[in-house]
């Protein structure tokens, strides 16, 4: 038992900091091809696909330290373990991100925003815009965009596993 929690603990630094990192490379991609304040659908594919590979890949790997053998509560425990890692590095880039790299990211997510909100509704008045911008400015600090950024994934991450656990799921035979 104790050498299945050192293998959950090894494949989830391992394979979370790969997902974290890649996460990171994504959003630098973004950012450098002025795609950050829009977030166009390849973005979230690309991101999706990210984290269903590594979670996936992160399955086999424990799956087959595991002498073959993967459970599905073993499966949410290793996919959430990634997830975590994942999260966590995810969170620390885009703290700095908003508060050091690119400061003025809120405003330029907020004017996008009402931007928007003309374009879907034209026939929303200025007060009704200025109330959703403020209901969402309120979402939009450091700390509740970093704490989301960490409660995402590891929704995600818990779907995914669940999924693939189903999927890949071998039990040990009972003797």
């Not at 900091?17 to 996460?23: M, R």
């Not at 590979?53 to 087959?64: M, N, T």
């Not at 949410?76 to 990211?105: D, H, Q, R």
């Not at 997510?109 to 400015?137: H, K, W």
Request: glycine fraction near 6%.
């Amino acid at each position: 038992m104790e050498n299945q929690k050192d293998a959950i603990k090894k494949i989830a630094f391992n394979y979370g900091i790969i997902w974290g990192l890649l996460s990171i490379a994504l959003s630098v991609i973004a950012y450098v091809t002025d795609n950050h304040i829009e977030r166009p659908m390849w973005l979230t594919i690309a991101g999706l696909a990210i984290m269903a590979g590594i979670i996936v890949y992160g399955l086999k790997a424990f799956k087959s330290e595991n002498e073959g053998y993967l459970s599905v509560s073993e499966s949410l425990k290793v996919g959430l373990a990634i997830s975590l890692i994942a999260a966590i590095i995810g969170a620390i880039y885009n703290y700095i991100f908003i508060t050091v790299i690119e400061p003025e990211y809120v405003i330029q997510m907020l004017d996008f925003s009402s931007e928007q909100m003309v374009i879907q509704n034209p026939d929303m008045t200025q007060e009704q815009i200025d109330m959703a911008i403020g209901i969402t400015e309120k979402m939009m600090t450091p700390t509740i965009m970093t704490a989301m950024g960490i409660i995402i994934p590891l929704f995600l991450g818990f779907i995914t596993s669940l999924i693939a656990g189903l999927i890949m799921k071998v039990n040990r035979p009972e003797h």
